[in-house]
């Protein structure tokens, strides 16, 4: 059996070789038994990755039972295939967890923080108290036939614990942190300050892995997908423990003091991917029908900056697909990024989509660049699309688009519904 790619390369060829027989010869080969030369066209034509990340910022759709499932109902509808609920972030689990109760202290996000989230109290009906919003997700997603990957967002991130969202976390596991060469440990990002817990912390391992495998585990989901927060940014990792770490492996020497030393960087990065082969093995023991996906950054960027070096997890087969974040407003380089060696080579033998920005709060996107976008997905022969993020379909939108012209827009994308793709 021929894969995909083989499938559409040897069809390809053969589609050109029969083309100057004449129409005579190509319908006799075309007859005889078993051959399937169509079928990869076919295939391409009815399969599609159409997903939506669902988040907890700048949106309350998770904090309402009957938003969240007219949302769903309304995606349906517009023919998309795939859900990614966020069910991490902030340090706190959006699912109720036996594993973030033991270790944080909460086994969901605690009102508080969603309150300061979303910059205004909630109504005693609203919230996660009493829920099982990722039970909801599943359960509601699976009867409109779509694919529910919860979206593991914040990886090895959390909050200070002195931000206004709280981590409890950072509170109950201070020697969990990584730290920076000068030896501070928070980063700011906008108006919240942020902390990374150690990747090379087995501790840190234990937990990430325990959280993950709860999902797998207890909910029927479709796969679990990490993001561009699983990694660390190259400013840290001189932490006592990393440092101890990489004394022992180079004669005693401290690591460099340059945070961007390639030597470093690889050292570190490889790290990463060592405990990347162990979640795999864990998340498949657990749910073998669990696809791994990742979203994160262009490759380049994520290993330097993110010491996340995906590319290296896809050649070692730790990816099965790939969701890769192209937040980009020039139409030539989001193209450009597309065609690079690392992308082209990953969609030879697994489902490589792509991620498009649909709007931020400060930030809303027209609908003409997202048509345009996904054109360009489509023409690269990618296997879809998922936009970040629900909110900014049709209700976070640019002033002199209307709700209703949106989702027209969407339908006009989508005007049937496909399978995504198979592994």
Same mark, same amino acid.
């Given at each position: 059996?021929?894969?995909?790619?083989?499938?559409?390369?040897?069809?390809?060829?053969?589609?050109?070789?029969?083309?100057?027989?004449?129409?005579?010869?190509?319908?006799?080969?075309?007859?005889?038994?078993?051959?399937?030369?169509?079928?990869?066209?076919?295939?391409?034509?009815?399969?599609?990755?159409?997903?939506?990340?669902?988040?907890?910022?700048?949106?309350?759709?998770?904090?309402?039972?009957?938003?969240?499932?007219?949302?769903?109902?309304?995606?349906?509808?517009?023919?998309?295939?795939?859900?990614?609920?966020?069910?991490?972030?902030?340090?706190?689990?959006?699912?109720?967890?036996?594993?973030?109760?033991?270790?944080?202290?909460?086994?969901?996000?605690?009102?508080?923080?969603?309150?300061?989230?979303?910059?205004?109290?909630?109504?005693? +009906?609203?919230?996660?108290?009493?829920? @099982?919003?990722? $039970?909801? !997700?599943?359960?509601?997603?699976?009867? #409109?036939?779509?694919? /529910?990957?919860?979206?593991?967002?914040?990886?090895?991130?959390?909050?200070?614990?002195?931000?206004?969202?709280?981590?409890?976390?950072?509170?109950?596991?201070?020697?969990?942190?990584?730290?920076?060469?000068?030896?501070?440990?928070?980063?700011?990002?906008?108006?919240?300050?942020?902390?990374?817990?150690?990747?090379?912390?087995?501790?840190?391992?234990?937990?990430?892995?325990?959280?993950?495998?709860?999902?797998?585990?207890?909910?029927?989901?479709?796969?679990?997908?990490?993001?561009?927060?699983?990694?660390?940014?190259?400013?840290?990792?001189?932490?006592?423990?990393?440092?101890?770490?990489?004394?022992?492996?180079?004669?005693?020497?401290?690591?460099?003091?340059?945070?961007?030393?390639?030597?470093?960087?690889?050292?570190?990065?490889? +790290?990463?991917?060592?405990?990347?082969? @162990?979640?795999? $093995?864990? !998340?498949?023991?657990?749910?073998?029908? #669990?696809?791994?996906? /990742?979203?994160?950054?262009?490759?380049?960027?994520?290993?330097?900056?993110?010491?996340?070096?995906?590319?290296?997890?896809?050649?070692?087969?730790?990816?099965?697909?790939?969701?890769?974040?192209?937040?980009?407003?020039?139409?030539?380089?989001?193209?450009?990024?597309?065609?690079?060696?690392?992308?082209?080579?990953?969609?030879?033998?697994?489902?490589?989509?792509?991620?498009?920005?649909?709007?931020?709060?400060?930030?809303?996107?027209?609908?003409?660049?997202?048509?345009?976008?996904?054109?360009?997905?489509?023409?690269?022969?990618?296997?879809?699309?998922?936009?970040?993020?629900?909110?900014?379909?049709?209700?976070?939108?640019?002033?002199?688009?209307?709700?209703?012209?949106?989702?027209?827009?969407?339908?006009?994308?989508?005007?049937?519904?496909?399978?995504?793709?198979?592994?």
């Amino acid at each position: 059996m021929f894969s995909g790619f083989w499938a559409a390369t040897f069809f390809r060829a053969k589609r050109r070789w029969l083309t100057s027989l004449g129409s005579i010869t190509l319908i006799l080969i075309l007859l005889i038994p078993g051959f399937s030369g169509a079928m990869p066209t076919k295939i391409a034509n009815r399969s599609e990755i159409r997903g939506v990340w669902i988040t907890n910022i700048d949106s309350d759709v998770l904090f309402d039972r009957t938003r969240l499932s007219n949302s769903i109902g309304q995606l349906q509808k517009l023919n998309f295939n795939t859900l990614y609920p966020v069910v991490w972030n902030w340090g706190y689990s959006l699912y109720p967890s036996k594993v973030a109760a033991q270790e944080v202290g909460q086994a969901m996000m605690p009102k508080k923080s969603i309150e300061t989230l979303l910059g205004r109290s909630l109504p005693a +009906k609203e919230g996660l108290a009493g829920r @099982d919003v990722l $039970k909801e !997700i599943i359960d509601r997603g699976h009867k #409109a036939k779509m694919a /529910v990957i919860p979206w593991f967002e914040f990886g090895f991130m959390t909050t200070a614990p002195s931000d206004p969202a709280g981590s409890d976390l950072a509170k109950r596991h201070p020697a969990w942190l990584t730290q920076k060469a000068d030896g501070s440990k928070i980063s700011k990002e906008g108006t919240h300050e942020r902390v990374w817990l150690n990747p090379l912390n087995p501790e840190v391992q234990t937990f990430i892995k325990s959280l993950l495998v709860e999902v797998v585990k207890n909910y029927d989901v479709d796969g679990i997908q990490l993001d561009d927060h699983f990694g660390y940014p190259y400013q840290y990792g001189y932490d006592p423990l990393t440092v101890k770490m990489y004394q022992a492996e180079h004669q005693g020497k401290n690591p460099p003091p340059d945070p961007k030393d390639v030597e470093w960087t690889n050292w570190r990065a490889g +790290k990463v991917t060592a405990f990347m082969k @162990d979640l795999f $093995k864990d !998340i498949k023991k657990a749910n073998p029908r #669990a696809i791994i996906s /990742v979203s994160p950054n262009p490759q380049e960027f994520s290993k330097e900056f993110f010491l996340a070096d995906w590319e290296a997890w896809e050649r070692a087969g730790l990816v099965e697909e790939l969701v890769i974040q192209l937040y980009r407003n020039d139409l030539s380089r989001f193209k450009w990024e597309m065609q690079k060696p690392e992308v082209q080579r990953a969609k030879t033998h697994i489902p490589v989509a792509i991620g498009v920005l649909a709007g931020i709060k400060p930030r809303p996107i027209a609908m003409k660049q997202i048509q345009e976008q996904v054109a360009a997905i489509r023409q690269e022969k990618l296997a879809g699309v998922s936009f970040f993020f629900y909110e900014t379909l049709w209700n976070l939108k640019p002033a002199n688009e209307k709700v209703v012209d949106r989702q027209t827009g969407f339908q006009k994308l989508f005007p049937a519904g496909v399978d995504r793709p198979k592994l």
